[in-house]
């Protein structure tokens, strides 16, 4: 599915990742986890947007549109995207996607 290929939290996370498969009776969630420096509470609310980069100081290749890219396909699919973080420990990705 092009949005995990494209997306930045599967490219950041590459090191300390962990995804699980859960389905339902009418979605599917897909969580994937990484262990690594979290996110600020400040930061998770613009994590999807256009050219935001949480950590600007870091020397970087992408642009800051993974996550927006990601959001836009999952939002095209009727599912929704949400973020959850404890800095420091992990951040928590959850794609729902409707099932069928």
Known sequence: MR?????TFLDNS?????????QGNDSVQIEIE????GIPPDELKHVFDPF?????GRPSDGLGIGLTLAN??????????EVSSIPYVRNVFRVILPAG
Do not use: E, M, P, W
């Open 3 to 7: 949005v995990f290929s494209n997306c």
């Open 14 to 22: 590459r090191k300390y990742l962990s995804i699980r498969l859960k």
């Open 34 to 37: 990484d262990r690594g420096k």
């Open 52 to 56: 935001y980069r949480v950590d600007r």
């Open 72 to 81: 836009a396909i999952v939002k095209q699919h009727g599912g929704t995207i």
